[in-house]
């Protein structure tokens, strides 16, 4: 009986998961200094602050994080008087209420420093880094993230030489599972705790007194002195300028989940040793045959995965011509990923 | 110790064709892979050297040296040739498919193609006795229809020995541009696609147990007679036949012609007349032996 298809059983198909890893490496002169802040997008709106890796007008620049701020409405900071005071507020609910949740009661949490929700410190004045879906990807491989932040003042970020470095040291085995958005690691400057990372979200949630109490008599935007005078003072678009200018790098790894189903393709010794292929016969007979006693050969170029109905569903090719005749059985092993 | 020989084992990346992307989109179901095929569209046969000098070594090395095209994610333009999974070594001939234009009835047209009048003008411009003509809107008008035989096309074996049973195509695919036109019996009947892919192409399936479609074909066994109205020479299998009719839309709207095809062309056998036509064809495939066949068809309209 001639065939030109081969059912799968169930022992052919396997599926798999596999965890991709790139490490990306962002360096301070992209977020301040290399573009002249032609990188940098401002909205009216005054929310927030893009990050692009190049003047973002060009179509070949792409996003690669925001930068925004705000402060709990219980924080000894706010106060109606303050610049966008409604505004950073808001900013720090939704966050908030998105990455923290809500407890029993429906009020949104604060972000809690050591993700001990019943009790201890609450971070109350915090910037985020809401990194783009481009590099985060499905998430950011815990105990990978580092970033250093510079501590002098706002024109010459570095004099003071005293880097905070800010990693999630630990948490690829040690990591809290008790927010909505997924698992979160802390961040800490040595021993203390200063942020969240949030790995599914892509987002880092920085407490703003990391960068008070290393600025010490500097000015930390362009205007107010410290990072709780730029919170109480100046709008988030300033407090974002002034975060990018002091930031030297940031660097993680992303992680990308890759599901797999493998189809085993099993060519027998006795399959697929004559081809259908125009130039295979010449007045009927097989041109790679001289008697009947000479093997059939063909050759492989491409396997196609059908559906019952026949309908070509996905293809798959070899990169050189494979021979196959009576002497040979193999196993193509075809990956599609989803 | 030498290293085990790993080569039987092939891990090679797949990529979803337009169909596969359009089934998984719909998201019914429809998206499951159940067989494989394995197809060898780049390679020319013609390469192959059985009598190299060089020995046998070098009787392929032509054809292993082929460079090999990604994949196409087109679903019609991947695995048209494919391999063929037949248990026995000692095949010398292989069938094919060939179109039968033996009698007038299914001659092609003199432009090489089957023309298809798609409107009623069209059809009653047509002349008597002219061949490769169907009749688009009233298939009845015209007794010409398209068939296709199978079997063994060699002189080396007489065709009045039967074709071994494990070489008769009993399954033929048909796929038409569905925008264009349908396909039908000789005797009108209407058959539906099995299934209509993202490209708009129908795809038609017929076994032998559709009699209106596929036959055996009979050898008169008298001597001398083996051939007449045959165009395989050698032990035949089954024939295929149909005609084909125009769609609504190419009958009633000038759209498709003035998006796919040309004016102002004549037609040899038609009065004179100049014509909007479009060019396309029909592939028909055996399920069983995978050989394939383009049929050239050329729908033509004029106005009233």
Redesign the interface.
């Given at each position: 009986?001639?065939?030109?298809?081969?059912?799968?059983t169930s022992d052919d198909?396997a599926s798999t998961r596999t965890l991709l890893h790139e490490s990306i490496p962002l360096t301070g002169t992209i977020v301040s200094g290399t573009y002249a802040d032609s990188n940098i997008k401002n909205y009216s709106h005054g929310m927030f602050q893009s990050v692009y890796d190049f003047p973002f007008l060009s179509s070949s620049s792409n996003h690669i994080f925001d930068i925004t701020c705000g402060y709990s409405s219980t924080s000894v900071l706010s106060s109606s008087s303050n610049l966008q005071n409604d505004k950073k507020i808001a900013i720090y609910n939704q966050m908030a209420q998105v990455l923290a949740g809500h407890d029993v009661s429906g009020n949104i949490r604060q972000f809690d420093a050591d993700g001990n929700l019943s009790d201890g410190e609450k971070h109350k004045n915090v910037f985020f880094l809401n990194f783009s879906r481009l590099l985060s990807k499905d998430e950011i491989k815990k105990g990978t993230f580092s970033m250093t932040v510079m501590t002098g003042a706002y024109d010459s970020p570095e004099d003071n030489g005293n880097m905070a470095v800010i990693a999630d040291t630990g948490a690829d085995t040690s990591f809290k599972v008790n927010s909505p958005a997924g698992e979160y690691g802390i961040l800490k400057r040595g021993e203390t705790n200063v942020g969240l990372l949030y790995y599914q979200a892509g987002v880092a949630v920085l407490t703003a007194s990391i960068m008070e109490s290393a600025v010490v008599g500097s000015k930390f935007a362009v205007l107010g002195d410290g990072v709780s005078g730029s919170l109480t003072g100046s709008t988030i678009q300033t407090c974002a300028n002034g975060f990018r200018h002091h930031l030297k790098n940031i660097s993680f790894n992303n992680t990308t989940e890759l599901n797999s189903?493998i189809?085993f393709?099993r060519?027998n010794h006795?399959?697929?040793?004559?081809?259908?292929?125009?130039?295979?016969?010449?007045?009927?007979?097989?041109?790679?045959?001289?008697?009947?006693?000479d093997?059939?050969?063909?050759?492989?170029?491409?396997?196609?995965?059908?559906?019952?109905?026949?309908?070509?569903?996905?293809?798959?090719?070899?990169?050189?011509?494979?021979?196959?005749d009576?002497t040979?059985?193999?196993?193509?092993?075809?990956?599609?990923?989803y | 110790m030498a290293f085990l020989d790993n080569s039987g084992d092939i891990i090679l990346d797949a990529v979803l064709t337009d169909t596969g992307r359009f089934r998984l989109a719909k998201g019914d179901g429809t998206f499951k892979i159940a067989k494989f095929a394995l197809g060898d569209d780049e390679i020319n046969y013609g390469l192959f050297e059985g009598s190299h000098p060089s020995g046998s070594a070098f009787y392929d090395l032509q054809i292993l040296r082929s460079p090999v095209l990604e994949a196409f994610t087109n679903n019609g333009s991947s695995m048209k040739s494919k391999l063929i999974t037949i248990t026995r070594n000692n095949l010398l001939f292989l069938p094919t498919i060939e179109l039968n234009e033996s009698l007038g009835e299914n001659k092609k047209h003199t432009s090489d193609t089957f023309v298809v009048a798609a409107n009623t003008t069209a059809e009653n411009d047509i002349e008597n006795n002219v061949d490769g003509f169907l009749a688009g809107v009233t298939p009845s008008l015209r007794s010409s229809f398209i068939r296709i035989d199978q079997g063994l096309d060699t002189d080396q074996i007489s065709p009045t020995i039967d074709l071994d049973s494990d070489l008769v195509e009993t399954q033929y695919n048909v796929q038409i541009d569905n925008r264009l036109g349908k396909i039908i019996g000789i005797n009108e009947e209407v058959i539906e696609p099995s299934f209509i892919d993202d490209d708009q192409i129908a795809t038609y399936f017929f076994t032998d147990s559709d009699n209106g479609f596929v036959n055996n074909i009979t050898t008169d066994g008298t001597t001398g007679q083996e051939q007449v109205g045959q165009v395989i020479t050698g032990p035949r299998g089954t024939k295929l036949h149909f005609k084909i009719r125009s769609t609504a839309e190419l009958q009633t709207s000038d759209y498709l012609f003035n998006t796919l095809g040309t004016s102002g062309n004549a037609i040899a056998g038609t009065g004179g007349n100049s014509y909007k036509m479009i060019d396309t064809f029909v592939r028909v495939q055996g399920i069983k032996t995978g050989a394939s066949m383009d049929i050239p068809v050329r729908f033509i309209k004029r106005s009233a």
């Open positions: 009986m001639a065939e030109i298809f081969k059912p799968f198909i189903t189809y393709c060519v006795n399959e697929y040793n004559y081809s259908a292929n125009p130039t295979y016969v010449n007045n009927g007979k097989i041109v790679v045959k001289n008697n009947t006693f093997n059939p050969v063909s050759y492989i170029t491409t396997v196609g995965l059908y559906s019952a109905d026949n309908e070509l569903l996905a293809v798959a090719k070899l990169s050189e011509p494979l021979k196959k009576p040979n059985e193999m196993i193509l092993r075809v990956r599609l990923d | -």
